[in-house]
């Protein structure tokens, strides 16, 4: 028998070049395999055919087999509606369209044998099915099912008659035609450590369960082998890092580091900010490469921290860099740490896209002798003419912007890589920082600063904008300063861009004795800043502005953040944007103005925002409402998302036992040389060999 993977799915009776075509371009699906490892999304229950005089008040889901005897109409205009009165000889139910009527009359014969799945409800003292599933009776899958498969199929796949039924049979077709056993895809210690079933049961009830139990079991080894693999790479990577690439040894905290310390710094740390830097201490004293992820709410200290870590580098000789996914935060990090450090007398410098070249010329000699001792920036620092004397030390703030890939591109900025720390206000959840970031070790601040007063957050309705501006004014004739956000999303940008800016029109007017800002991303750099600017010496005091002042901008006076369709950002956002007030000693508000008739998921978001300050709980509950997938970050880590049956939302669990397992596995045999882990090295080089490779970056 070839590998499965190497037999080309067109010769796969029932498939051919057409669906084979379709199939690959659909799907993905070109091979056996592929076809194979191409899972139900659900299943329905269909070992128990119910009778119709069995239905009763309380019924799930339930299949019925029998005719359709007759049709009629009832309603007029939009009201109209289409119903059939089925029979199985035991009793008659109708069945109900609301919707599609001419369709279901010309498909669905009288007198034909039918399978039928739907949800009986009670109406008017009769039972009926409300858009009933149904499918021609089918001996040979019918008899031999017990739970039925359900498969992702488009629409394109559908007008070309391939729907979830006939992949069904061409699976059903391709595993009676396999001869022999599957060739096992994980070692037999693996799978008696985590209790899983074989991958030839595991392939067969993962397509026909006879039983919900074989169904979950299926699923669990299926999962589980998928995260294992995942992780087995991760920490495989991160160990022959950590053994291959050493790291500059700081050994001494020093004279910057001590004067700052005790001399400059306006507050004490938090306990938090003291663990996160005896962290890193041991990590940069520990003469291997630090690679530390930093997770800490917005406002809770993370960039005094950066800074202090930043001293380190520079107390052993090194340079160190910052960098910022913004101008503007570029900026402001520049303003505060340049101020900070002035008694020091260290060279501090600012590298940004918008710089001209007769800037940046002084800036890169300074860098190639030495003499600039910290460097901020934004991506421009990742240029090829950007060239240090002697890296040591890469702060990158607000990491969720930041790939892997150009986390890597630092590394090429000195002969040995520098340490990296990576910060991130985005808290995520356990389960994906587990993969996204499943190579860094993570330190957490939970606290706040002292003397913080939670942020109030209030939803309001647009029609109680007379109550909103009321609200306004008190604030701001308190001296405080206000935020007013606009969603500006790509697809709507042209609609976005006018409400933008009739708001600012009508803010201007209704608080005519203030002064009002405006950003939004098409200004030019320089006009950004000027209105940024206004509104940070309080020269402004109404700030409108779209979501490029989420990331870190910091204005300890701004006490109020209006954001305008809150509906239409995500929980991560508004969290991120909510974090931009509540940074002084007053007591701040977040408004979210939304649209009465909400759909209930987005009442769901907005309601957990209301609740809860607290970053991790909104990331796991984002993380539930929208799947893993969509959550910031993940698009760029290239890893992880293109899991087939694993969801991160849900399996936490099992993503915890796969990296035990594998984490055991290689304490054993790092290298996976032995010959009893062949099998797993090859299977890792089946799901991650080809793709781009961060192992190869070292
Ligand atoms: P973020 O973690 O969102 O980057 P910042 O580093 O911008 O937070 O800090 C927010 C504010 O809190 C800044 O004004 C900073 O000076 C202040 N701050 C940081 N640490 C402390 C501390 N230990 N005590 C008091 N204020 C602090
Ligand atoms: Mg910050």
Known sequence: MPELSDLDIKYLPGVGPKRAELLARELGIRSYRDLLYYFPYKYIDR????????INGSMPYIQLRGRIISYTTQGEGARRRLIATFSDGTGTI????FKGIRYVTERYKTGVDYTLFGKPTLFNGRYNIAHPEIDLVDDIIDKNIGLQGYYTTTERMKSAFVNSKTLHKMIYSLWNSIHGPLEETLTPEVIERARLMGINEALCYIHFPRTIDDMRRAQFRLKFEELFYLQLHILRYARMRTRNIGGFRFARIGEYFNRFYSEILPFSLTDDQKQVLRDIRADVGSGRQMNRLLQGDVGSGKTIVALMTALMAIDNGYQACIMAPTEILAAQHYESISEMLMPLGLRVELLTGSRRKREREPILAGL???????????????????????????VIDEQHRFGVAQRAKLWSKNTIPPHVLVMTATPIPRTLAMTVYGDLDVSVIKQLPPGRKPIQTLLQYDNKRAQLNASLRRQLQMGRQVYIVYPLIEESEKSDMKSLLEGFETVKKTFPEYTVSMVHGKMKPVEKEE???RFVRNEAQIMVATTVIEVG??????????IENAERFGLAQLHQLRGRVGRGGEQSYCILMSRYDLAQDTRKRLEIMAETNDGFIIAEADMRLRGPGDMEGTQQSGIAFELHIANLAQDGQILQLARDVAQEVLEKDELLELPRNYTLRKEL??????????????
């Open 47 to 54: 070992s128990k055919t119910y009778r119709i005089s069995e």
């Open 94 to 97: 109708d069945l109900v369209w």
């Open 368 to 394: 190639a002798s030495g003499d600039v001792r910290i460097l901020i920036g934004t991506h421009a620092l990742l240029e090829e003419g950007v060239v240090f004397n002697n890296l040591g030390m890469v």
């Open 531 to 533: 209105q940024m600017q």
């Open 553 to 562: 901008v910091n204005v300890p006076n701004a006490t109020v953040m209006v």
């Open 685 to 698: 080089n089946r799901n991650y060999g080809k793709k781009v490779n961060w192992g190869q970056i070292s």
